[in-house]
């Protein structure tokens, strides 16, 4: 199983430079939605879990024009609270958002969420998702979300990642149909590589490092590798989740599959 997670396309306040959370439903700006057009339709792929926020329902709609949204609460960016819809050149002088920054933007925000709090919700939901997914028979996992919910899930559940300015690319399109690689056994990190991993971004400088290492520009997104941890371990309470993201790498919209014939999006009824 391969999860892709997808940011959604450019609103007005993306371009603005504004934070943009939980309490701004806005749609794609003409910028975003033409960016998001030019990746392609992707008619092949029949379900995505989507965050229920109208950028990210767009483009659903626009790159995977066949698929079911399954909307999920908890994929929702995160709250910004009193920052939410500033940018911070008009917070420059703004003693609560001044100290936030300065704490590596962990804390919580005024009526808003932590980054830690946030992150939690997150990590919830893509383990629902993949659970879910897993009992769908899917083989690849689609979630289109915010630039926020792709860093948090990464931040939690990825390890070993790679250099991100090294990553090689996957085509999105390939998640339909895997390649003999990525369908190859992969053998779970084990608990002490996990807590090695989390050892070494205990210090709040580096884990905001690796926080934002993740993070990519609107329509841009990472897939990478599900590999489900022993029950054992899970049962015992070793390992934090029942499964780790391993081989995280950028997604290449620009590949196609050669399955291109499928153009409309009539569905069998089971």
Known sequence: MRLVLIRHGATPGNEAHAYVGARTDEGLS???????????????????Y????????????????????????DLREMDFGAFEGRTAAQMEHDA??????????????????????????VERAVIDIVADARA?????????????????ALDRLAVAPEDSAHARADAVGSAV??????SAPATAPTPAAVSASTAAVSDPAAAAQRYFSWSVPPCEGWVADVVF???????????????????PRRIDFAARTNDNSRTTCEREET
């Open 136 to 152: 769908r028979g899917l083989a690849d996992v689609f979630v289109v979300a915010h630039g926020g919910t792709v860093m948090s």
């Open 30 to 48: 003409a910028a975003g939605r033409a960016a998001v057009a030019a990746k392609g339709a992707f008619p092949q792929v029949e379900y995505v």
């Open 177 to 182: 149909q895997p390649s003999a690689a990525a």
């Open 96 to 121: 609560a958002y001044r100290a936030w920054v300065n704490g590596w933007c962990a804390g919580p925000c005024p009526q808003g969420e932590s980054r830690a709090v946030f992150a939690d919700r």
């Open 50 to 73: 989507v965050s229920p926020m109208l950028r990210a329902r767009q483009t659903v709609a626009l790159l995977f024009p066949c698929a079911l949204q399954h909307e999920v609460a």
């Open 229 to 247: 941890r022993s029950s054992d371990a899970a049962a015992t309470g070793e390992a934090p989740a029942p499964f780790a993201l391993a081989h």
